[in-house]
């Protein structure tokens, strides 16, 4: 047994241990790892990391949540058998095995939706044009016939019976695509540059990196099971923004300038990550820079240790506590970082900012419309989805597209739209036309281009509005009013999970019920934020109206926008700039009175 236990605990590890393996042997479950030579019940295999968390938990006489119980009494990937007769019988899970099937990529969304909706691993955000044709046809034979692009650079298909959703997994490992750990408690689809590799602005390509980790985090079970779900992104420094300010580790491509040393040794100079920790906007926080810089050819080693001290350590007594930023606050950066210099057993390396050259600006609008790339005479195509949903006839099309005029790639973004890739000049007409055909198009307004809302009520039990269609509404609404020339981001956001990431954005919206009398009565309706950013602009939103009726919204959002418009330092001054150098209640007079002129 590790040495790291008191004698205390060991003997509160062993009853701990020997009592679950009882529990497990009463359900016909097999043991979680052999008995150590001395007869105690040590763990041992995959899951030891996080059987020993649990139990250094108990011993320390704290309370392990439901979902720590769930994934003792049997482990997700030991259950897929179990998955498949309830889902031969039509059978829906209870909250148990909703949280195990989750390790599986699929979401029972009961009362939304009484089905599964199914969410991605994809890599870098890229897939092959026939998988995405192949993941059209999935959706349209198993489940609701359309997908959505998400926040993190993926893909979910909703509506899929209790029936077809086995079907579906296994069409999607035909495909070589995956769902395996993109829910529950778990490393989440690891995002990257969107035009990684293409993009005359970037510093690095990501796409090795990001694809390093993904197949990393495939092929180790002892990734899976930690406190809460984590989030990594690497950004290249590109045109497209990645929000790698927002995951719980970010690898921030910069370039040291020459003269760096660390601890006597110069400091090789070029391109490397710098490490940024504990993103998590829906708990309103940033990922903050560490000093760190990493080699790219080192990002996977030191993010797996940051993961497992992480795992070691993370709060398993409280769901709301069980993320990064909590150990971090707890403890301090310097000591997070010396237990991870423990584990990789190496020093990391630190640079003086000075010698960290700026790096260069996003393009917000950058994801939309057509780009010329790097390789001469090729364009990238960013195609407008609005709030990302896509039906199967449009992915079928994309596909073709992407294959006969593009270079047979779909990159997906953080902004919920997709780029076509590799497009010569003189194809780019054709592009354009057959988007159109088929009811999209990469021309979009500014207002629309930053448009962003989660599922909302329409497809998750947790959300208060529904995001989508009135996300949809605002734009329609402000688009026959307003001319922006300025980009802004307007956030949707069903529920504090903050899928949509209202923090960050210029306007951020997060649903609430509104009461309408006394009796207490509601309506679906929003808290409405203002100045977010992200990147060089990075910070949170603060509170500027609660308990705004969803029918209310986009008149709201317009006359705060044109107050912007009005009342600007100069046609370049941001509205995070503009919102920021305001009090709330000084804003406030000036949106109400743009709101009684008009």
Not at 105 to 123: E, H, K, N, T, W
Not at 159 to 172: D, F, K, M, S
Not at 200 to 229: C, F, M, Q, V
Not at 404 to 432: E, F, H, M, Y
Request: proline content about 4%; hydrophobic content about 40%.
């Amino acid at each position: 047994m590790s040495s790291d236990f008191t004698p205390d605990q060991k003997r509160y590890l062993e009853g701990f241990m020997s009592g679950l393996q009882s529990a497990r042997a009463a359900r016909g479950l097999g043991p979680l790892g052999n008995p150590g030579g001395n007869g105690s019940a040590a763990p041992s295999g995959p899951d030891k990391e996080h059987a020993e968390a649990q139990a250094r938990t108990v011993a320390s006489g704290g309370k392990l949540v439901d979902q720590e119980k769930w994934k003792q009494a049997e482990h997700p990937f030991d259950a897929y058998a179990r998955f498949k007769e309830q889902a031969s019988s039509g059978i829906y899970p209870k909250p148990e095995d909703n949280f195990r099937w989750r390790y599986h990529g699929l979401f029972y969304v009961a009362p939304a939706q009484d089905s599964y909706m199914c969410r991605l691993r994809i890599p870098n955000g890229i897939l092959k044009a026939w998988q995405f044709e192949g993941v059209a046809d999935l959706a349209e034979r198993y489940a609701g016939g359309y997908s959505h692009v998400t926040t993190r650079a993926n893909l979910q298909v909703r509506e899929i019976t209790a029936e077809n959703a086995p079907l579906l997994l296994e069409g999607l490992a035909d495909l070589g695509l995956t769902a395996k750990g993109s829910g529950a408690d778990n490393i989440r689809n690891v995002t990257g540059s969107a035009a990684a590799g293409i993009d005359p602005l970037e510093l690095l390509d990501t796409r090795p990196h990001a694809r390093a980790w993904h197949h990393h985090i495939l092929n180790d079970r002892s990734l899976y099971g930690l406190p809460r779900k984590f989030n990594v992104a690497f950004d290249g420094a590109g045109s497209i923004a990645t929000l790698e300010d927002t995951n719980d580790i970010g690898f921030q491509a910069v370039e040291i300038g020459e003269g760096a040393s660390f601890e006597g040794a110069a400091i090789e100079p070029g391109i490397w990550y710098r490490l940024a920790l504990g993103g998590i906007t829906g708990h309103r926080d940033l990922a903050r820079d560490t000093g760190i810089v990493v080699a790219p050819s080192d990002a996977v080693a030191v993010a797996d240790a940051i993961v497992r001290v992480f795992s070691a350590n993370g709060d398993r007594t409280s769901r709301s506590k069980a993320r990064l930023k909590y150990v971090l606050d707890a403890w301090g950066f310097d000591k997070f970082l010396a237990a991870v210099e423990e584990k990789l057993g190496r020093r990391l390396v630190r640079v003086e900012g000075a010698f960290v050259k700026p790096r260069p600006s996003y393009d917000r609008l950058a994801h939309i419309g057509v780009h010329a790339q790097v390789q001469p005479g090729l364009n990238w195509v960013g195609v407008a989805l609005p709030v990302g949903k896509l039906t199967v006839a449009q992915m079928r099309v994309l596909a073709a597209i992407a294959n006969q005029c593009g270079d047979g790639d779909i990159r997906l973004t953080v902004w919920q739209n997709l780029l076509v890739s590799g497009v010569p000049d003189a194809k780019v007409d054709d592009v354009l036309a057959n988007l159109e055909a088929c009811g999209l198009s990469a021309r979009t307004s500014v207002l629309s281009a930053g448009l962003v809302a989660c599922t909302g009520a329409t497809g998750c039990k947790f959300a208060a509005a529904h995001t989508k269609e009135d996300a949809l509404a605002i734009a329609a609404h402000c688009d026959g009013r307003l001319t922006l020339e300025t980009p802004v981001n307007i956030h949707l956001t069903g529920c504090h999970h903050s899928c949509a990431q209202h923090y960050i954005g210029d306007v951020g919206l997060i649903g609430a019920k509104v009461p309408v009398n006394e009796e207490g009565d509601t309506v679906p309706g929003y808290h409405l934020l203002v100045g977010g950013g992200y990147g060089v602009d990075g910070g949170m939103a603060r509170d500027f109206q609660a308990n705004v009726k969803a029918e209310d919204a986009p008149a709201l959002v317009e006359t705060i926008l044109r107050t912007w418009q009005t009342h600007r330092d100069s046609p370049e001054e941001t509205f995070a700039a503009f919102a920021r150098r305001h009090e709330i209640t000084e804003l406030k007079a000036l949106v109400d009175a743009i709101g009684e002129a008009a």
